[in-house]
Structure formats: C-alpha cells, structure tokens
C-alpha cells in the first residue's frame, strides 16, 4: 500500500496548497490513502465542518487533530459525528468524537488511523502509552488491519521516540505533529515501523510556525498582548510524509519524505 | 568563507565520529571554520577540558553548550579560562566562562561565534533578544565581523525562528540546537542570514535522543526513577550544516545541511 | 509606619469589599498607606482606569499588578501616565509604565513601592533577582526611604522564599501574590524584614481561585474549552497584612495577617 | 472522629518533632487516626522503611507520598508489601504499592486514605479526577467508610480546589500537599468536606520550603549547579490540620489548622 501523511495545515495557505496538490499525487504516486494533520487549518485555529469538506473533495481520506482541536466552537458537534475527523485519543472519557478509526480503501484495504497527544510541556491528558497499548491490541497489524498511521501530536523530541520506538512493528508509520518544521530523520525502525519525529506543517515558512512574524514577533520579544495571530499569507509548502508498505505484513519498505513548495528544499519523489 | 557546525555531540559514539570525520570535511570542503555544540559529549552529561582538547585537536575550532554546560564539576575552571569553549550568553552576570568569542581563522578572518539559549519549556534564564541584541551592536558583520555564528540552544521551534528572523541580515547563520533532532528546513532567511531551526546531534540516533533506549524508554513510560541515562553506543551519525558566505557581506550564499553515517538519509555535499 | 497589603482583587465581588472595608481600616489600624494588587479587578482579567480611580477614591495609594497586568487593551496608556498603578519590574526595557515608585504619605514618609514577577511555571521575565538588586541599590531602607513593599508576583514557594531571604533586611515587607490563597506563614525574618509567600485573593472562595466554579471545573476535567471564565459573585473575603515598623531603621516590628468576610476563618487586628 | 493530617516531612528536623509530639497529640486532642506525608522524609529527598517504621512507632496509622516517593532506591519492595506507606493513586499500572487503603481504628472504625497527585506544573500522571471518582465509587463515605481522607500532592491552588469542589460532600477531608506552607484556608465546604489548599510542611522553616539557605538560594539565582541540596537542621514546625466529624455521615463539623514549633505563629488547638 502507499500512503501519504502531511503535518499541520495552517490557514488558507495550507489548505490552497493541500487542495491543489493532493489530487494529482494521489494519482501520480498511486497513493491509497491520504491523512492530514488540520489542527490550524481554519485562521490558525482549529478546523470547521466545511474545511473538512473541502479536503475530503480533493482526496484527502481522514483529517487528525491535536491542541488546537476545539478551536472552533461547532466542532465539537460536527466531530461527534463524522469519524473521518479524529482529535487525540487520550481525551477524558466522554470527549466528544474518535480518537482512532479504521477505514477502507478504494481497493478494500483496511487502514487503521490512531490520533495520540503526547504531555511533555504539553496539556495533561490521559497517558498515551496506555492509550496507544490499548489501540494495539484491538488492531493488529497484517491480521486485523493493513496499514495503522499514528499521528503522535507533541512537542519533546524524545516523548515521540519513545512512541516511535514502543510502536514498532507494529504500525506502519509513527509521525510526529505539532511543531510546524519537518525534521530529517525519516526512517525505518527496526522492526519495520516508518518513523519520523515531525512531518512540518503545510502553511508558509517565511513565517513565525505558519504565523505573520510582523504580528508573533513582537508578542515574544515584548511579552505584551498584541493584535490576534493570525497566518502568514505567503505561498506555502506542502510537508508529508510518503510509506509505501508491505502489503503481507503491512510493514515499510519505504519511507520518503515529502517537500513541495516555495522556501523550503524540495523534496520530490 | 566556508564554515561547519554541528550540533549537539552525545557520549563516546558522538565523539567519534565527530573526531573522525572533521579532519577530512576541513580538507574536501575547504572549511575556514568549525563550530560544534558539546553540551552531552561526555556520556551525555555535560563535557571535560579533556574532550575538549580532543576535539581541537581533531579541527574543531570553537565548542559551544547548553543546559547540560554544568554537569561535569571541573568544567567551571576550565571554561573560565579557555574561550573556545563557550557557554549560553544569557546566563545571569558571574556567570564563569563566556557566551561569546571573536576568533581568527588561518586566513586571518574574523569569526564571531554567540551562544545563547531560549526560555520556552527551558530554565529561566536572562532575555535572549536583548543580549542578542547587545551582542550584534557589538558585533557588525561585514563591518568588525567577517562571520557571525549564533547557536541557539532550545526546544520550541516558534522562538528558535522569532531569532532567526530577529538577526536576519545581521548574522551569517542561525542554527538551533537541542532537541537532538535535525529538522529539514535549511535555507537562506530574506535578509541573507543562513537558517536551521534544529541542528541535529552527533550520535547513535538508534537511541532515544542519543540515550540507550533500554533505560530511556521505562523511565518515560513508567515514570519510575531506574537506571542512570547512559548514551547508546552503536554507529553515530553527524548532523549539521554547512555554509558559505560572499566575502563582501558576510551572508549566506548556500546553505546545505549535512547528515553522515548510520540510520539516517544521508546528505553529503 | 502602619501599612496594609491586600492580594488580587477578583472580579466586582473583591472589588467591592476593598473599597468597602479600606476607609474603615485606614481609621482603625492608622494606616499611613495601602497597596493592592489589582491584576484580576476587571471581571478577573485586568484592571481599567476607572477601577483604578475607585480604588484610589477609597483610599487606595498604589495598586500593583502581574501576568494578567495587560489583559485590559487600554491600560497599555493609562499605566504610562499614572505611577500608582504598577506592573512587575522585571519586563523588558520599553514595557509601559513602571515596576517601582516612591511616594509620600500625608505624614511625608517615603514609601517605596516594588513589583516583581517570579519566573518558575510563569512566563520568562528577566532575572527578577538582579531587577531586585538594582532597586535595593537605588532605594536603601532608612536611608532613601522610610518603608520598602515588594509584591512578588509568582507561583512557586521557593522562588517567593529564595527572593524573601535575598531581600531581608534591605526591605520593610515582602509579600506574594498569584496563587489567590493566602499563607499562614507571615513572620518577621532574621534581618527585619516582614514576609508572607502569599497574601490571598480578594474576592469571593467559595468558587475555584475567585471564578465561577461552574466554568472553571469543568475545564480543568474536561480538558475542552467552554465558556469565557467569570468571577464568582458571592460575598468575598479582604486577604491582606498588616505591618508595623520601627520608624528609625523601616525594618517591621509587627506583621499580622488580615482575612476579613466569609468563608474563611476570620483574622482581624 | 478525630484525624489529624500534617504535611510534608523534611529531614531529620521534621521527623524529630513528629515523632515528639504526635504521641501527645494523639491523647491530648484524642485522636482516632493520624496521617502524614512523608516524601522529603530522608535528607529531603524520599522515605526509608526504617523512617517508616519509627513514624508508626509515634503514632502515625499511614504515610502518604509524592512525586519524591521514589528518591530512595530500596522503597519500591517496601512499598509493594507495606500498605501503610502511600503513593500517589493515580501512577499508571504496574507501579509498585498503593494510592489508596482501607484501614481500622483501636474503636473499629474504617479509615480510607487517598494520595493524588495533580498535573498542572508536574510530572505527567494519569487523571487525577478520573482515578478519584474511581475511588469515590469503591468507598462510600458513611456506607463503606467512616473516614475518607485525600491527600492532594500538587502546586497550582486552582486544581486542588478543583478537586476539593469535586470530592465535596463525598470525602471526610481534601487537604494539598507539595508547596511546605501552609495556607490560611481551611474550611469547610458546601456539601461538608474539611479542606486546606496545603497542610505546610513540617520542618524548619528558617529555609527554602525546608532546605538549607546556604545551598538552595545560590543554585536559583545563579542557575549553576552547586552542593546538593539538604534540609535545614534548625528548629522545625509541625503543621497538619485537625478535622472532626459527624460519626453518622463522615462528613467534618470542625476544622483546625494546627502549627506547633518555631518560626510560624502557634495554632493550637
Ligand atoms: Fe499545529
Ligand atoms: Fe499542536
Ligand atoms: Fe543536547
Ligand atoms: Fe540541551
Ligand atoms: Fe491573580
Ligand atoms: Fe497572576
Ligand atoms: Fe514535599
Ligand atoms: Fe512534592
């Protein structure tokens, strides 16, 4: 199976580019599932029902979230109802909506998503390694599933190793979320896990994460409230990551990462 | 001029490679300058006046730090009397050792190297932007400064990128270090300052940050104190990043990051 | 000297009884000069000019603030122009308004007044140790001024206590604010100087930290966002101290805390 | 009932007067069950079984614990096997001891005591509200229990409020620990549950939250390492909180805070 992750989509920016490239490498890589990270995708902030439909229009398969989840007020409605958005899967009980779902692909393969945040310097939730043990037993891959994505949304380099690495083998693909700036370090673990600690946000980089430096500068430099954040305008690069896997084991046999855009170093396949 | 830096060095496998491998990047790149961030070079914890010599002995011309700049004792003497090893410009005044240096090359040029650390998520330490700016007042780049080198040791990538733009054009590279991950997002800032938020470290990446997985790992997921942190001790890579600058203005005009050995996509020049 | 501190007003509740009970206070007690700290007076975020006018009609001389000090847009200019109203010193050179005043009591005794924030769980601030330093070099006890008030603004005990020991002897009081619980800690330290880690809100407690237990709750449990915080409405309890010093050297003779109104346990002089 | 709680011990100072005065305590004030916390009881820094075996010798029924119960290496097989020494309840599973027990007085009435750690400026735990109302199902204060007693190790007031709120009218007593001062809140909620944002530690408090000036303020304002940190030897205070309740609902009817020794003002009951 091929697969493509691509990290935090920020503002119009990202979504412009996400909606403009996804239907033609879905075909061109002969992708058969495509999952992005929407946490900023509406102003930065969370995400709305009809961004949803939107990337769900231009080939995007299921949209994962992260903090910035409930950012939008009627989200909480919308995600209760349509597993193809997930937020965090170790919420409370009684979050609304799913943190982890299994879909079928267009070929009947069934792909497993799994949404975790992680709590180092992050907001206290529930322990995802418990979460992530309790999520393995119930799908498991080359038996009970095809492929299983974990979006790990957090902020230590070393929490998402850890992840990674008590994952393996027995996910297709461990990617990190949440920091905007895609790291180097795409890779298949040991066991046959795809791996890499952030995918990068899709959003403009001549920026401060996605954000108009003119307006996050100042507020970090001066320690004082200032106007709203709100996302840089400029032409974004659309940041993923690509698995091709073993369809026997649904392990990697291939991990690349993806770059397309203006700033950044492209990294095309 | 041609400078290399590279990023956080951890235990004996970081060393190695990093003591192997300089000579003969100096000679087929033609480096006027190496720059390497020591702060876990000595089992991870900190650095000797022993390594040190190691490493200048090996073509390292300056070393910089971090957080972990104080965990070996004697180090205190030490870094008070050698310059080419610095520490974080921001720590408070009475502060042994030095978070700057004007040096000199072969050639006879003027390099500037700043250490300084960030305050998200890191112990509070005194203001980044104003030291940085006392320190770019007092280093003119282009003017009394033919290279200007700023490390930035921190973990979030928004304040890491609010100083690479604050130094834009006043600086010839700003590179972070810390997270012990490399991130992909080398590049050239508008104003001619070479850019990457993270470094990466030189060690055993088949670690948790560099660290032995089989202690890392149930300390995190246990959150029982065990065994001592012990770096990890197989194959190393080294990460950093290579640029070169027009002589006239001291700013950038390539910029590429360099990964070599184990585990990682490997990025040569 | 006789002077009251009272800790952050929350909301019209504390509000209310300040103004209420003050004018009484400063007959009874003898008062030659209240301070408060007013972060949370404007429906828990902020204060306004106008609240500031109040609190002044009721014998309010000098309110102080913190973290929540700029919550208010418009308080950026009146802070500028009006030196009874504080924020901590230790922001950045440029912040508007000022960190330390000196001012005149009826009887013409010189009272300095300090605001300084603490840095652990807060945000980073500069060096709240040296900012302390160069005060105490400007104003010197029994010298320069006849009672020196230092509101250290923070969350953690031993910060408060590391700057009330710093300070002993060179400042008539040190008192916390923040956590909006007052300590049973007040005492009078070895060199003088009067001390307790946190004077307690003003405002209502039967509620969680003077807001709305309904909203605040299940926040915390929910981890989701809900409605806007607002403070609790019920009757509030007056937490402040009382000190008294020896007019010769402005080194406290006596301090006593003073909790005046519902749910807590009464202390009155 | 008559219960008395006394907060954090710190080093041989705050066991010497724990072990001096509990035994009178426990007849002069006639006392049913006595409970400590005991996480900084050895240099500071943990609790031996021999220190635990000298406590119940003076009197105390239980010790509870913190994010320090692990300092002392040889504790984990003491805690597994002695149900009188407490850890926080809401470690993942799999951790050595127990967060919570049932215990019997000399007149036979049942005891539960629950440790519980909060989140918010500490290590990540599993959820405190989710484990307490765990508990709350399993033990029914005046149907299962006569007593229910909930140690909150925590630092933010506003989350141990939360939990007194969320516990009020199903728990006998909700008192913090954590911060060594005590608040000056102690009361009695709605819904009749004693609480104390914090109980104050016993130990010297001519210190930094129990530890030698001498080292702990240079290490927080010079940010280097220096000596280990160790409790201050002076005389100690004794600080706890007395709770009496109605035997028919286990609810409390008085509330006192106690402190006994140097340094703090007296209150005795
Ligand atoms: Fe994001
Ligand atoms: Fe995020
Ligand atoms: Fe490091
Ligand atoms: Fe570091
Ligand atoms: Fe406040
Ligand atoms: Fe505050
Ligand atoms: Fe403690
Ligand atoms: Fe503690």
Not at 183 to 209: E, H, K, N, V
Not at 218 to 242: D, N, Q, S, V, W
């Amino acid at each position: 199976m091929k697969v493509l992750f691509c990290g935090d989509i920020v503002g119009r920016s990202g979504r412009d580019i996400v909606i403009r490239e996804v239907p033609a490498l879905r075909v061109r890589l002969g992708l058969d599932f495509v999952v992005v990270n929407g946490e900023n995708a509406a102003a930065g902030f969370g995400i709305t029902g009809r961004i949803c439909e939107d990337l769900h229009a231009a080939g995007v398969d299921v949209i994962t979230g992260g903090n910035h989840s409930w950012d939008q007020k009627d989200i909480q409605a919308y995600i209760a109802q349509d597993k193809r958005l997930l937020r965090p899967v170790n919420y409370p009980p009684g979050t609304p909506g799913f943190g982890s779902g299994m879909y079928e692909t267009a070929a009947r393969k069934r792909v497993v998503v799994i949404n975790v945040m992680t709590r180092l310097f992050m907001d206290p939730l529930d322990d995802p390694f418990q979460a992530l043990e309790a999520q393995l037993k119930l799908h498991r891959l080359g038996a009970t599933a095809d492929f299983i994505l974990i979006d790990v949304h957090g902020e230590a380099t070393s929490e998402k190793q850890v992840i990674g690495y008590a994952c393996d083998g027995r996910a297709s693909l461990v990617v990190g979320t949440h920091t905007h700036v895609p790291t180097a370090d795409a890779r298949i673990l040991p066991g046959g896990t795809a791996y890499q600690t952030d995918a990068g946000m899709c959003g403009d980089y001549d920026s401060i994460i996605g954000m108009k430096k003119e307006i996050a500068m100042p507020r970090m430099i001066r320690k004082l409230p200032g106007e709203r954040l709100a996302p840089a305008e400029g032409a974004a690069t659309l940041c993923g990551i690509f698995v091709e896997t073993d369809d026997r084991t649904g392990l990697a046999v291939t991990v690349k990462p993806l770059r397309l855009g203006a700033n950044l170093e492209v990294s095309d396949l």
